[in-house]
């Protein structure tokens, strides 16, 4: 005996609940994991200045952290800073602009002599701040 179907199929018919179940779970997806994405950098607090720098592309950046024991970034890496020059010279074939961000707490004969070792470098120096009122 052979069974026959009473439903008609539609060929053209786009079947619509798979479809939005994984719109749907495509969104949620990625609304979750837009919170959990690492951030580059280190986070530091700027001093306050009512000038700014015009954007400057491939730019160093050092970063001088506070703390009990302040240390010296140079694009995201720990440098010391006695390889802060020979760490300047490789870097320096790409781009010769370096922007110093440095934490308030920093103290300021820091911030001075990694200055000094920029210019000593050869690369133009600027000083990263933050707009304030």
């Known amino acids: 005996m052979k069974l026959h179907s009473t439903l008609t199929l539609r060929p053209d018919f786009l079947y619509l609940a798979p479809l939005l179940n994984v719109v749907m779970l495509l969104l949620i997806f990625f609304l979750l994991n837009s919170n959990l994405v690492v951030r580059s950098g ?46 300047l010279e490789a870097v320096k074939s790409e781009s010769r602009y370096v922007v110093v961000n440095a934490d308030q707490a920093v103290p300021y004969g820091l911030v001075q002599r990694v200055q ?6 050869g690369c133009d120096l600027a000083m990263g701040t933050q707009l304030g009122p």
Do not use: C
């Open 116 to 121: 000094n070792v920029v210019l000593a470098a």
């Open 42 to 87: 280190i986070r530091v607090e700027l001093p306050i200045s009512q000038s700014s720098l015009k954007p400057v592309e491939r730019a160093h950046v050092i970063t001088l952290t506070a703390g009990e024991h302040p240390s010296i970034w140079l694009n995201d890496r720990v440098v010391f800073s006695g390889d802060l020059a020979a760490a």
